[in-house]
């Protein structure tokens, strides 16, 4: 289970991120992301563990799906 900070620190870092979720793993992008990742939650972690943290926030609707259509509590679907 992802612990509140590291819930908040990934649905951050995610929606600043260029790319969608679904591409991220495997790009240069990730690898900066991660790096950052690390250092914000103070505390060594796998590349896997923070890659299910940011699935984890969106699922959690704290970031939107995709770039293009970000997550509005407010929208109707």
């Keep these: 289970m992802t612990s509140a900070r590291r819930l908040d620190v990934a649905a951050r870092l995610a929606a600043e991120s260029l790319l969608p979720l679904d591409r991220l793993p495997y790009t240069p992008a990730f690898d900066d992301l991660y ?3 690390v250092k914000e939650i103070g505390r060594d972690c796998s590349r896997h563990d923070c890659w299910w943290a940011l ?3 969106r ?3 704290l970031v939107g799906s995709s770039r293009r259509r970000p997550h509005d509590p407010d929208r109707k679907e």
Excluded: E, N, P
Aim: proline share 0%; no cysteine.
């Design 35 to 37: 790096a950052r990742y």
């Design 55 to 57: 699935v984890d926030a």
């Design 59 to 61: 699922k959690r609707g």
